[in-house]
């Protein structure tokens, strides 16, 4: 697992960093005392604690800039600033921990990320078998943007590509599971996708829109909401 702390407070990422390795001595875990650095070196990881007032700037603009890259990582904010809490949500924050830290809570929250870190990165490689009469090939799941309905076909549009085969969308929808909902009769999104919905479409982070049907909205509202709130990504 790959670890990342930026915060300017030196006994802080000592703190952060031995309790990681206490829970998880096996991570690979690098501190940064400057946002600038941080960004500059774009590295990936999968959690990132990051302290929201420092220096020479700001962690919500991190973490934003993060999100303007597509960065699914866990974003943890470790701060004394107890008004920044609202702006987490904006940014999927999965948690929110105050200074000073409490070792207890800090292991608790800790754990739940690398739970949930673990189904990121087996999300990111879980790939799908399709075979047709004429050939067979296969799909990352992360990679699906959604999924539309060709009368006895669906044509599952990719980053990269688009394929058809013959199916229903009830067994698409049964297939890919969690993290995709059925917003119209002709289509099932890949949530991780979605850059904005109105109250009758779905904007995608490529630029095309889908139906959002009014039958489908409060549901999908409900369930976009609740994917957020379990860490899904979004760069809304």
Do not use: W
């Amino acid at each position: 697992m790959n670890i990342g702390i930026c915060d300017d407070e030196k006994e802080i990422c000592l703190q952060i960093k031995k309790l990681i390795l206490a829970t998880a001595p096996d991570s690979q875990v690098v501190c940064y005392s400057s946002g600038k650095q941080f960004l500059a070196e774009r590295q990936h990881f999968d959690i990132l604690f990051l302290d929201i007032q420092m220096g020479d700037t700001n962690g919500m603009e991190i973490a934003r800039t993060l999100r303007e890259r597509r960065e699914d990582t866990i974003l943890i904010f470790v701060t004394a600033l107890k008004e920044y809490v609202f702006e987490a949500f904006d940014v999927s924050a999965f948690h929110y921990l105050l200074k000073p830290l409490a070792n207890d809570k800090f292991s608790n929250v800790f754990q739940e990320a690398l739970k949930e870190a673990g189904k990121r990165i087996r999300g990111r490689e879980e790939s799908l078998f399709f075979q047709t009469k004429s050939r067979s090939f296969t799909l990352i799941k992360s990679e699906i943007l959604y999924v539309e309905n060709c009368r006895r076909k669906v044509d599952i549009h990719t980053l990269n590509q688009t394929e058809s085969i013959y199916a229903t969308m009830a067994h698409m929808e049964e297939l890919l599971g969690d993290g995709f909902f059925r917003c119209h009769r002709g289509y099932l999104v890949n949530m991780a996708h979605i850059a904005r919905y109105s109250a009758d479409s779905i904007l995608l982070h490529n630029g095309e829109t889908i139906y959002l049907s009014k039958e489908k909205y409060n549901d999908f509202a409900a369930a976009y909401m609740n994917y957020l709130k379990q860490g899904g990504v979004s760069c809304v």
